[in-house]
């Protein structure tokens, strides 16, 4: 297909795509066309009404009264629910405190303490490095082993030899090839085996239609601030099946996760709900704020966004086919095994990032030979998607990336 055709195609999507009125509810510079979504999401055009109102209203003037008047106390179970909406949980499952990594690490020492007899918690080698290392972290704590293999794998060990798994405890999308791994299939898997489950959603809450509660997930984790659009630094979500609840002791009891805090008992006892998760007093400006990034979602179903983004993907890879068919794609084609990026492998990964970011066209370098573009699919155009393919081919055809002017700055 010649170029004309491909552009024509994308407005033809454009015109029928379900999300279009969504791009109005961001804040893009102009020229920009942000394909880094699943690091830092764009900001959500109310963010600057939200966080205005949250410092001069509901601090400057309503001040301590806030906690009640303005809800601050269940801030982080109510917003929570609302991230529940887009993941497939009901209410009163999901909390929004602390960090990622943070979960992680009371889920796994929660696990652990759950299932005393088992020693495995099973997770993957090409995790993002802070799954990892909570994992080593939480195994040398409660005294278990971490056992590494690629998730697909993970089926079978748990079929042979599951029964020494405490928790099989993986991403959903593997962060740098966007390879998606199956959630329901790896999910059973733990279960026949009697061992729990937990999934880190960070490069899948907004962006995938995740169903936590119907495939009987046991716990899970993620961020806010990559497809949810939250803001920098917004504070993560933590996921515990209400089943569960009751026997989730994790190893951080601070004050907000007691079951009567303001009773300021000198013992700790949990809440009987999700809040037992919180820890300390939320950083409220963000947690608040993070909100503009869930109401950008408001009136359309996460199986509209994921069928945008897989749109969008696939129209993108095409485009690659049919431009650059010399550059190599890390992303499996077949769409239910990726999730809402596009990964290339080239020698000059960075220059090649660098070369698309001074054209406009914002992605990212993941070590060693990875271009990372993200989808997001509530903000960007199908045009867009061959104008980014339209780009690369000029900076490889001119060698721009070559450029010895990139060199790596301290966050890629
Ligand atoms: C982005 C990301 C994180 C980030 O963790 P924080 O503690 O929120 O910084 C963790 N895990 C995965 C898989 C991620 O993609």
Known sequence: MPIAALIRRARDLDEANPLRHLRDRFRLPDGVVYLDGNSLGAMPVKARDIALDVIERQWGQDLIGSWNDNGWWEAPTRVGDRIGELVGAAPGQVVVTDSTSVNLFKVLMAASAMMPSRTVVLTDQGSFPTDLYMADAAASLGDMVVVTMPPPEMVEYL???????????????????????????????????????????CHSGGAMDIQLDAHRVDMAVGCTYKYLNGGPGSPAFLYVAERHQDRFNQPLTGWQGHRDPFAMSPRYEPDPGIARGRVGTPPLLSLLTMEAGLDTFDGVTMAQVREVSLSLTGLFMEALDQLVPQVEIATPRSENQRGSQVSLRHPEAFGVVSALIER?????????????????????????????????????????????????????
């Open 159 to 201: 079929r042979d030899s599951g029964d020494d798994v405490v928790i099989a405890a993986v991403s959903s999308v593997d962060y740098r090839t966007g390879e998606a791994w199956d959630l329901p299939a790896i999910t059973a898997a733990a279960h026949e085996a009697g061992a729990l489950v937990a999934w880190d959603l």
């Open 360 to 412: 406009g066209f914002v992605g990212d370098f993941r070590e060693p030979d990875i271009v990372r573009l993200g989808f997001a699919a509530p903000y960007l155009s199908h045009e867009q998607v061959i104008d980014a393919a339209v780009a690369l081919q000029q900076i490889l055809a001119a060698n721009h990336h070559l450029d010895p002017r990139f060199v790596k700055s301290k966050v890629t």
